[in-house]
Every structure is written in C-alpha cells, then in structure tokens.
C-alpha cells in the first residue's frame, strides 16, 4: 500500500523517474517480476505496477531495514501527530540524527 501511496504522489506531483525503496524483499520482488502475482496483496502489486508506466523510468529496489530508520522515524511522527504528511526536500528535527546514520550504515555496504 505504501509503494502504491509513493506512486500516486510522484505522478501527482509530475516526478518522471522514480526509485521506490522498501524493505520488505517479498514485495520488491514482486513488483520487479513481470508474470502475474496471486498472493493476497495481488491488487496492490498489479495496481502499483500500472501505475509504474506512467513514469519515464520506475526502479523497485530492496533496502535492509536498518538503513531505512528515518522512514520509520518519519511514518512514527505522522501517526502520533494523527497528520498525513509528504515531505520534500526536508527532514523533521527527531529524523536528523537518524538520516546521519543511515547515510553512514548505507555508504559502508557500499565499500
């Protein structure tokens, strides 16, 4: 649901290429296989992929949980705050400290 949410908002907002991160390896998967999904998120794995072709370049990518911790922190905010909220080009305050660390545990896989 999260994948097709981030979909609609880069359409929405006329984004031409797009990566879509998530850490759950099973979803990823699916939406990077082009044979027909028949699991039960079936109607999210084939709605997010049509709405994929709208844009110029769509990549799905598989990223550990641990350096996806400023989404979390992010997604935390909102719901205790009861708020819907998109950023752009912008972090909160309690979210900082944690893109720090993301950014150091993702640039060390890399090495």
């Known amino acids: 649901m999260a994948c097709f949410q981030a979909l609609n908002l880069g ?4 984004l031409r290429k797009v990566e879509i991160e998530g850490d759950s390896r099973s979803v990823i998967c699916k939406l990077q296989e082009e044979k027909e999904d028949i699991s ?3 109607a999210f794995i084939k709605d997010s992929k049509h ?5 110029e370049s ?3 990518r598989f990223i550990h949980r641990e350096s996806n ?3 979390h922190l992010i997604a935390i905010e909102g719901l205790k ?3 819907t909220t998109y950023l752009a080009n ?3 305050s309690g979210a900082e400290e ?4 993301d950014r150091s545990w993702t640039k060390s896989l890399r090495e």
Do not use: D, W
């Open 40 to 42: 039960e998120i079936e």
């Open 69 to 71: 911790k400023v989404a």
């Open 81 to 83: 705050k009861r708020e």
């Open 90 to 92: 912008m972090v909160t």
């Open 58 to 60: 769509c990549i799905f």
């Open 11 to 14: 359409l929405y907002i006329e």
């Open 51 to 55: 709405l994929s072709l709208g844009f």
């Open 98 to 101: 944690a893109l720090v660390a």
